[in-house]
């Protein structure tokens, strides 16, 4: 029994430093890992945003019957006989402001050959910070003509 307790043995100084070296390799692994993922987290968060907002200006601009009446709504940068240009703007959190912002929503109308009173909407939300595109939609709607 005398000889159980006798035995020192313990860790050597090289399986420290070894084993600490590989818990620091291992945690700035896993550390990097969290970075991405808040990075991604970020990206996604913006980007559902800018989805969202996109969407509902597309289906607000689609309540509008008259072409008229949607014109005189929305702010927009120049017409001609076949297109029409607009913008909006958003500050870092999607809240609309009258200036330019971190964000842009730029807008185009173009009348569809085919039928008259059609009209090919396309939209795209823009980082400003970066001038990235961040998505884009594109849908068509009809105006009624005012008599």
């Excluded at 006798?6 to 890992?33: D, K, M, P, Y």
């Excluded at 929305?74 to 330019?100: M, V």
Aim: charged content about 20%; aromatic content about 12%.
């Amino acid at each position: 029994m005398k000889k159980l307790f006798s035995r020192e043995q313990g860790f050597t100084l090289i399986e420290i430093i070894i084993s600490i070296a590989l818990l620091s390799i291992v945690s700035v692994i896993v550390l990097r890992l969290f970075v991405l993922s808040y990075t991604i987290n970020e990206q996604a968060k913006i980007s559902d945003e800018a989805n969202t907002l996109i969407i509902n200006q597309l289906e607000t601009m689609k309540t509008y019957d008259h072409l008229e009446t949607f014109l005189t709504e929305y702010r927009w940068l120049g017409e001609t006989p076949k297109e029409i240009q607009g913008q909006l703007f958003y500050d870092f959190e999607f809240k609309p402001i009258a200036y330019e912002g971190n964000y842009t929503l730029n807008w185009s109308m173009v009348k569809d050959g085919s039928i008259s009173g059609l009209y090919q909407i396309s939209t795209h939300m823009m980082d400003t910070t970066t001038n990235k595109i961040i998505t884009t939609y594109t849908t068509k709607h009809y105006f009624k003509h005012k008599e």
